[in-house]
């Protein structure tokens, strides 16, 4: 079964006073959702104008997230109050929690989203996060709500910023649909594809201006926030799972597992992993359009105000000052090319494993690509290898290494856990000549049976001698390096596509790694 669609869709100026005779007849004791203070006078006009029609209205707000802690809480005010429907008005995370709490009742959801800044208020889908905002699921819903009401005069009072992360979040409806989708023969899938690329087109033709003016009487304004709240929400509507996700949306869930001062909204994360995904393409398949598109979507993005680096973000992995490397952060780098590996994070290793990894932190001008191999010793014992050969600052690096990884469980029931031992050696003539070892325990988070992310720590400890220009010595030093790892799995056909976020004491760096089982 597939919901492509909100049974009913008020759109446009005074969308909210056009749906209030249908939710009439649909509910008598509606419970109101938000969350944000700044529309809770929205909410409050939502809520007197459904009691002028003689209706029982509740509300509560969200104190955290679209949460576990939230949803249990909010529950226990739906049975209490007898609610027989659900009014969502505010951002995604409170539409998808809205959408949750219908679905788990069986009542009727009726979204009213608040700004543009998600498609939320039409989808069948619900992501669920800790209460500080990680990601842990999306959690796919029976329907779509039963009505979305698209009230323009709302959207309006949004902030410039909501819309901007909104634009960021439906532009990469193509760039991820294109990608995973574009071997697949599905007609009705490709045709989501297809509506993908126009709303693409229209954003960067009328994303600017949109945002710059924010006035309804703006055309390049309305089609913005239409394509961004209701065509977004078709695509993944009629593409399904197939068209929904890939490295973008799989880069934001593993950032948000990392907790900063700064909030930042779910559509500028999503930017940044579109730029990362399209880095990657033209890395691996050496792609001219990626390339092409990432100085297109730059030239937008700063036009919107939106981040457009990992360190813009506030996390500290390719900023300044981890580029400009001094000596022994140098020696932190290469350790962590040879000593980390990517764990692969799947359920099954039939014979043997090939992939390749591209690891960015090694210095400031290049990536460190490594070539590994797997297989199963064991019903829960692993053995692999890597090495790589390549240059930088004019240096040719050897390196080479090999691991032994532990599932932890009965036979043939693989555990969440994951213990693994590593070991490898590189070396730069007349440079350097470094030794590593590495300990690390990760956990698994599965869904339906499938593993999507990954979180643990790891301990590095490195042996270096390196060449002293003025004295023509090697001297002997010996370092610690601690480190946090965030990774998430997404298959791509038949290849397993695995970036890995790992912020350490010395050095952060991210690995990005692809294989395919043999």
Same mark, same amino acid.
């Given at each position: 079964m @597939?919901s492509?669609s909100?049974?009913?869709?008020f759109?446009?100026n005074?969308?909210w006073?056009k ?5 009439i007849?649909?509910t008598?004791r509606?419970l109101? !959702?938000?969350r944000s203070?700044s529309t ?5 006009k939502?809520?007197?104008?459904l009691?002028?029609q003689n209706?029982f209205?509740y ?6 997230d ?5 949803i249990?809480?909010?529950?226990k005010?739906?049975?209490? *109050?007898?609610?027989d429907s659900?009014?969502a008005?505010?951002g995604?995370?409170? !539409?998808?929690a809205g959408?949750y709490?219908?679905e788990y009742f069986?009542?009727? /959801?009726?979204?009213v989203?608040?700004s543009a800044?998600? /498609?939320?208020?039409w ?5 669920i996060y800790t209460?500080?905002?990680?990601f842990?699921k999306?959690?796919v819903?029976?329907t779509c709500?039963?009505i979305?009401?698209?009230?323009h005069q709302f959207?309006?009072t949004a ?9 960021a979040?439906?532009l990469?409806?193509?760039y ?8 697949? +023969?599905?007609g009705?899938v490709?045709?989501a594809i297809?509506?993908?690329?126009v709303?693409?087109d229209?954003?960067?033709?009328d994303?600017? *201006?949109?945002y710059k003016?924010q006035?309804d ?6 089609n913005?926030i239409e394509a /961004?709240?209701l065509t977004?929400? !078709?695509?993944?509507?009629i593409g399904?799972?197939k068209?929904?996700t890939a ?5 934001h869930n593993a950032?948000t @597992?990392i907790?900063?001062t700064n909030?930042f909204l779910h ?8 730029l990362l ?7 691996k398949?050496?792609n001219?359009l990626?390339?092409q ?5 730059l ?6 105000n939106?981040?457009t680096?990992?360190?813009?973000l506030?996390i500290?992995v390719?900023d *300044?000052n ?5 000596e ?5 780098? %290469?350790?962590?090319a040879?000593?980390? &590996?990517n764990?692969?994070?799947?359920d099954?290793?039939?014979? %043997?494993?090939?992939?390749s990894?591209i690891?960015?932190g090694v210095?400031n001008?290049?990536y ?6 797997q297989?199963? !010793?064991?019903?829960?014992l %692993? ?5 790589s050969?390549f240059s930088s600052?004019?240096?040719a690096?050897?390196? &080479?290494?090999?691991g032994l990884s532990l599932?932890p ?6 555990a969440n856990w994951l213990v693994?031992f590593?070991?490898? &050696?590189l070396?730069?003539?007349n440079?350097? +000549?470094?030794?590593a070892?590495?300990f690390s325990v ?6 339906n049976?499938?593993i999507?992310?990954?979180?643990g %720590? ?5 042996s270096c001698?390196?060449? @002293?220009? +003025?004295?023509? +010595? &090697?001297v002997?030093?010996?370092l610690q390096?601690n480190h946090?790892?965030?990774?998430t799995?997404?298959?791509?056909g038949?290849?397993?596509f695995?970036p890995?976020?790992?912020?350490g004491n010395k050095?952060n760096y ?6 395919? *089982?043999?």
């Open positions: @597939q492509i909100p049974e009913i869709i759109r446009g005074g969308a006073k749906a209030l005779p249908k939710i007849e649909l008598n509606p109101i !959702l938000g203070e809770n006078y929205l909410r409050n939502i809520c007197n104008e009691r002028d209706l209205v509300s509560a707000n969200l104190h955290f679209c949460c576990q802690e939230d249990s809480r909010i529950k005010i739906i049975l209490n *109050n007898k609610c659900i009014i008005a505010g995604g995370k409170v !539409l998808d959408k709490l219908a069986s009542i009727p /959801c009726i979204t989203p608040l800044s998600t /498609c939320a208020g989808t069948a889908l619900s992501n209460k500080n905002g990680q842990i999306d959690f819903l029976k709500p039963k979305l009401v698209f009230d959207i309006q902030p410039t910023r909501t819309l901007a992360s909104g634009i979040d439906a990469a409806k193509w991820e649909s294109s990608l995973t989708s574009g071997l697949i +023969d599905d009705l490709q045709q297809q509506i993908s690329r709303l693409r229209q954003l960067l033709i994303g600017e *201006n949109a003016t006035l009487d703006s055309l390049s304004w309305r913005t /961004c709240g977004a929400g !078709l695509i993944g509507g399904g799972e068209c929904r490295a973008a949306h799989a880069i950032i @597992q907790i900063t909030k559509g500028e994360i999503v930017g940044v992993g579109i995904q399209l880095s990657i393409e033209e890395i398949n050496n001219k990626a390339k598109s990432i100085k297109q979507l030239v937008l993005m700063k036009e919107l939106l981040p680096s990992i360190s813009e506030g500290n390719f *300044n981890n580029l400009n490397l001094d022994k952060n140098t020696v932190n780098s %290469f350790g962590a040879i000593s980390t &590996f764990i692969l994070p799947i099954k290793i039939d014979n %043997f494993s090939l992939g990894i690891v960015r210095n001008n290049s460190a690509p490594i070539f590994y191999g297989t199963r !010793l064991t019903w829960n %692993f053995l692999r290898g890597r090495m050969v600052d004019e240096k690096v050897q390196l &080479f290494g090999w599932n469980n009965k036979e043939e029931s693989l693994s590593d070991s490898g &050696f070396s730069s003539h440079q350097i +000549d470094l030794s070892m590495k990760d956990r698994f988070t599965r869904h049976g499938k999507r992310y990954f979180y %720590f790891s301990l590095n400890l490195l001698s390196s060449f @002293q220009q +003025d004295s023509g +010595d &090697f002997r030093s010996q390096s946090i790892n965030i990774g799995l997404m298959q791509i038949e290849l397993n695995i890995n976020l790992s912020i050095i991210l690995s990005i790694s692809l294989s395919k *089982n043999i």
